[in-house]
Nanobody, 113 residues
Framework: QVQLVESGGGWVQPGESLRLSCAVSGIIRNFNYMNWYRQAPGKEREWVASIDTLSRTNYAESVKGRFTISRDNAKTTVYLRVNSLKPEDTAVYYC???????WGQGTQVTVSS
């Protein structure tokens, strides 16, 4: 059983930053490709960023240049640094291990003045 636990969300004002964490635990056969997704109220879940074992990254156009995904293999943790936040970034952010379609419970990010 693999567990993903997100943390680091909160309420911030536009322009501020947060660092989201996703701790992976359990029977981890391969801590490989990892994703971050988000789901805004009334919208479908959307992919935000991904990272592979060599720390090569990809980003959705809407967050490119503002968000940074990274990983610490020793801690089996994936991070998402979210800068210059906008109200439209308000969503529940989820991490995902596609190898077994594992998902965390999500962490809420609210951007509002």
């Amino acid at each position: 059983q693999v567990q993903l636990v997100e943390s680091g969300g909160g309420w911030v004002q536009p322009g501020e930053s947060l660092r989201l964490s996703c701790a992976v635990s359990g029977i981890i056969r391969n801590f490989n490709y990892m994703n971050w997704y988000r789901q805004a109220p009334g919208k479908e879940r959307e992919w935000v960023a991904s990272i592979d074992t060599l720390s090569r990254t990809n980003y959705a156009e809407s967050v490119k240049g503002r968000f940074t995904i990274s990983r610490d293999n020793a801690k089996t943790t994936v991070y998402l640094r979210v800068n210059s936040l906008k109200p439209e970034d308000t969503a529940v952010y989820y991490c995902n291990d596609p190898s077994g379609n594992y998902w965390g419970q999500g962490t809420q990010v609210t951007v509002s003045s």
